[in-house]
Structure formats: structure tokens, C-alpha cells
């Protein structure tokens, strides 16, 4: 399971906390105001699936995976993702 503040929904205005109630606002909440992201899906470069590929695109040589946040070394992390990571 992938909840949406580790799919980077807030760095890309995907969800609102000013908005009323929506399905998992409380914990998407804590998540964000304790800035307690422990995983994110990133991109990294692959030609094969490993264990924690989310969807594989060979023909790019590209894999999404879901990532623990202190294990991105080979991940591609986009300037807008940076500071939250920081």
C-alpha cells in the first residue's frame, strides 16, 4: 500500500489541508505536519524488476520504486522533491 504523501501528492499540490474531509485526511495530515514521509516512489534507472519495483519501463530503462527515504542513492530525484527530502 502506497499512502499519498509517499506518491509526493503535496509537492505536486495533489491534496489539499485546508480542504474539509476526504478518505485518510487524518493520517495524511499527522504525516504532513510532523513531516514524518518515511517513503517515497521514486524513479531510478533499471533494466529489470527488483523487489521493490512499482511498475518497470525496460524500453526507458526506467523503474518506479516504493523506497525507503534514507535509501536513494541510484533514485532520480527532481529539484522539486529535494527540499522535502532534505
Known amino acids: 500500500m502506497t499512502i499519498g504523501l509517499e506518491c509526493n501528492a ?12 476526504y478518505v485518510g485526511q487524518e493520517n ?10 518515511n517513503r517515497r516512489l521514486v524513479v531510478r534507472p ?6 521493490r519495483t512499482r511498475i518497470l ?3 526507458l ?4 520504486e516504493h523506497r525507503r527515504v534514507d535509501d536513494l542513492a541510484d533514485a ?10 532534505a
Open 10 to 21: 503535496a509537492e505536486l499540490r495533489g491534496v489539499s489541508f485546508t480542504k474539509g474531509c
Open 28 to 37: 495524511t495530515a499527522r504525516m504532513n505536519y510532523r513531516s514524518k514521509v
Open 46 to 51: 533499471a533494466t529489470e524488476a527488483g523487489e
Open 57 to 59: 519501463y525496460p524500453e
Open 61 to 64: 530503462g526506467l523503474a518506479v
Open 76 to 85: 532520480i530525484v527532481p529539484a522539486w522533491l529535494e527540499a522535502a527530502l
